[in-house]
């Protein structure tokens, strides 16, 4: 079914309210359901929470890129390739979101900002065509992979739960990545996705704190 603009718009406002302030839960379920919770210290809970609203504000991000990019797409094709994959990572933030309060914490207050941002470079890089945007999304979704995997092995030893989200969030993004270069993606030079890392450890760096 083809939405008019109007619906398009109305469900992309749905999209911003339900992931900055909802509490929806995921389609599928949780990783870590079923995973007995084991004993952690103050200070281990405390990091496991940091790791995890980091990872819950980058799920933030990925939904405010994938809108920016269908918002501009130029063709229906990539349009839905962002969506689903955006669908998908609403799965992601639930997850994140449902560890976080089992473990005590809470989103992290700056959601709004990095929502903000990403938004705008996902429609500027999607208006400057569904290749550059789809390699984007590409290179991003790699710098995910590459934090995931920090992430993983910077756990407490006793969290399965959180390394059960962790892993399963890893393997998706990395799909997700290389269905953007499948579809056509430009494939980043090093450099590009050099300073994409840089702006990538500002996000992580604030966002364990606040």
Same mark, same amino acid.
Request: net charge negative; aromatic share 6%.
């Given at each position: 079914?083809?939405?008019?603009?109007?619906?398009e718009?109305i469900?992309?406002?749905?999209?911003?309210?339900?992931?900055?302030?909802?509490?929806?839960?995921?389609?599928?379920?949780?990783?870590?359901?079923?995973?007995?919770?084991?004993?952690?210290?103050?200070?281990?809970?405390?990091?496991?929470?940091?790791?995890?609203?980091?990872?819950?504000?980058g799920?933030?991000?990925a939904?405010?890129?994938?809108?920016?990019?269908a918002?501009?797409?130029?063709?229906?094709?990539?349009?839905?390739?962002?969506?689903?994959?955006?669908?998908?990572e609403?799965?992601?933030?639930?997850w994140?979101?449902e560890?976080?309060?089992q473990?005590?914490?809470?989103?992290?207050?700056?959601?709004?900002?990095?929502?903000?941002?990403?938004?705008?470079?996902?429609a500027l890089?999607?208006?400057?065509?569904?290749?550059? &945007?789809?390699?984007? %999304?590409?290179a991003?979704? $790699? +710098?995910?992979? @590459? #934090?995931?995997?920090?992430?993983?092995? *910077?756990?407490?030893?006793?969290d399965?739960? &959180?390394?059960?989200? %962790?892993?399963?969030?890893? $393997? +998706?993004e990395? @799909? #997700?990545?290389?269905?953007?270069?499948? *579809?056509?993606g430009?494939?980043?030079?090093q450099?590009?996705?050099? %300073?994409?890392?840089?702006?990538?450890?500002?996000?992580t760096?604030?966002?364990?704190?606040?």
């Amino acid at each position: 079914m083809t939405l008019s603009a109007k619906d398009e718009f109305i469900v992309s406002i749905d999209r911003v309210l339900r992931t900055l302030w909802s509490a929806k839960g995921s389609e599928r379920p949780s990783p870590a359901q079923g995973i007995a919770e084991r004993e952690l210290t103050d200070e281990e809970r405390s990091h496991a929470a940091g790791l995890m609203r980091v990872n819950h504000a980058g799920e933030v991000c990925a939904q405010a890129l994938y809108l920016g990019h269908a918002v501009t797409a130029r063709s229906s094709g990539v349009r839905e390739v962002m969506q689903q994959a955006a669908r998908e990572e609403e799965d992601h933030l639930a997850w994140c979101r449902e560890r976080l309060e089992q473990l005590k914490s809470r989103p992290s207050r700056l959601d709004p900002l990095w929502f903000a941002l990403s938004f705008g470079m996902g429609a500027l890089t999607g208006i400057a065509g569904d290749r550059l &945007s789809l390699g984007f %999304v590409a290179a991003t979704e $790699d +710098e995910v992979c @590459r #934090h995931l995997d920090r992430h993983e092995r *910077a756990l407490p030893e006793s969290d399965d739960k &959180s390394r059960a989200i %962790v892993n399963q969030m890893r $393997d +998706e993004e990395a @799909r #997700h990545g290389t269905h953007a270069l499948e *579809a056509g993606g430009w494939d980043f030079p090093q450099p590009a996705k050099d %300073v994409m890392a840089l702006v990538a450890k500002v996000m992580t760096t604030t966002s364990y704190r606040i």
